[in-house]
């Protein structure tokens, strides 16, 4: 690691682009089967809504640094009464976590361990969270904005997304009645 260059990298605090970036990648509803609870509504959603985008992430990596980090962006949207969210995932090195920090607009991020306990941290502007090592974490924007936020990583983290994409998560993030409510996930055992 010696060796290697100070750097400035530029981001847009209300898109999410970074400049330079070396990853970027998008995930639109039809990448995301299985992961909403109502799957007619799933269906609905990206025949009629025209597939839309869910989130983008852009990523910085130094070749030879131990750390990386990269932004969110997070449109808003529901699938029936679920906000739009991200997979969802552990880290494959599970003594590894994360930091994320808001930017722009509101959500939830949702974490859960191993043995299923369920926790969960306000994102909004201004804040950030730590994400332990060896907890699963899925961000939610609850918002009517694009959610965008920062995170910071170690390159050896690796996602882990099976465990997640398999059972899902304990809670579902759910509008009723105009308002935020975590309901416990039928599907989890
Ligand atoms: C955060 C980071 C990324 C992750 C992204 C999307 O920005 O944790 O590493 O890829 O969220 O989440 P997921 O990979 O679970 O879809
Ligand atoms: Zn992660």
Known sequence: MIGLSPTEISFDA???ALSPATGRYRKHLSHLEGAFRDVDAWSRVI???????????????????DLFFGTTTMQPGKVGEEYFMTRGHFHLSRDMGEFYCTQHGKGLLLLQNREGKSETVEMREGSCAFIPPDWAHRSINTGSVPLVFTWFCNVLAGHDYDPIATQGMRMLAVERCGKVELVPNPNFL
């Open 14 to 16: 209300t898109t999410g």
């Open 47 to 65: 025949q009629e809504g025209g597939d839309p985008l869910v989130y983008e992430v852009m990523e910085y990596k130094k070749e030879g640094s």
